[in-house]
């Protein structure tokens, strides 16, 4: 997509895991450990599907394609988040991050964070990065927060929370699971003003519905997962580190 046909942004809504930090590893490591047990393993195409939901959602899909093996949803988790746990304060930032949100604070565009991890687990991901996250001076959406009506990706709702709830843009109304909403002009254009930043593909298909721009940095193996049927993202990156702000109307980084 050419440089002309990105829309301007004026907010910018991040995912986390596996967008600004490398907990994708933990994640996979942690389920093939537990998997192993019973001569399973988790590709990638299983992986995809997971990648951005809620933590439950995401296990309900990962145990699904495992129905012969007697790992009950409860001791899954249950295991998972003790390994997981053990990990989460060693987890580093991925390439471009740090740079990106330092210069976005210092220039005073709006940004959030809307993740699919619970709060515990977000607390104990960034607690040793609190330089980068203390950026978003609490504007921050986890997935088991409790926010009537809210579902997980790929629905659209937690970039829409984030955006209205953290910083105060009149998006309207949330869809609700069988009814439409009517949006007025002005609410689909301050959706069309926020920029989406993602790994997976239902978080794509989330900013997408939301009605706003999608740039995609996805891990490498991603790229060889079926992407048709899904909403497209408006760009995609090898890594944070290629993003230019002023493609998108945003400051550009000092020389």
């Not at 409860?74 to 990990?87: I, K, M, P, V």
């Not at 709702?157 to 209205?164: E, N, P, Q, R």
């Not at 989406?196 to 989330?206: F, H, Y």
Request: include cysteine; charge should be negative.
């Amino acid at each position: 997509m050419t440089k002309a046909l990105r829309k301007n942004v004026e907010y910018v809504l991040f995912d986390m895991d596996g967008l600004m930090i490398d907990s994708e590893k933990i994640y996979t490591d942690v389920t093939n450990e537990i998997l192993a047990k019973y001569g399973k393993e988790m590709t990638w195409d299983i992986k995809a599907g997971c990648m951005g939901k809620p933590e439950k959602d995401a296990a309900q899909h990962l145990l699904s394609f495992f129905p012969d093996i007697s790992l009950r949803l409860e001791d899954y988790l249950s295991q998972r988040n003790t390994l997981q746990d053990l990990a989460w304060p060693t987890v580093p930032l991925l390439p471009g991050v740090r740079k990106l949100v330092l210069h976005l604070r210092k220039h005073n565009i709006p940004i959030a964070v809307a993740t699919g991890s619970r709060r515990r687990n977000y607390e104990m991901k960034t607690g040793h990065l609190s330089e980068v996250f203390a950026c978003f001076e609490g504007k921050v959406i986890c997935g088991d927060d409790p926010r009537p009506g809210m579902r997980g990706k790929p629905n659209p709702d937690i970039f829409l929370i984030a955006a209205k709830e953290t910083l105060g843009r009149d998006v309207g109304p949330l869809q609700g699971e069988n009814e439409e909403v009517t949006l007025t002009e002005a609410q689909k254009l301050e959706r069309s003003k926020g920029l989406v930043l993602e790994d997976g593909l239902p978080g794509i298909q989330a900013g997408k519905r939301a009605g706003m721009s999608v740039v995609w940095v996805p891990d490498v193996n991603l790229l060889n997962v079926d992407y048709s049927g899904h909403e497209k993202a408006d760009q995609i990156l090898k890594s944070l580190e290629e993003f230019m702000p002023e493609e998108w109307g945003l400051p550009p980084y000092d020389s």
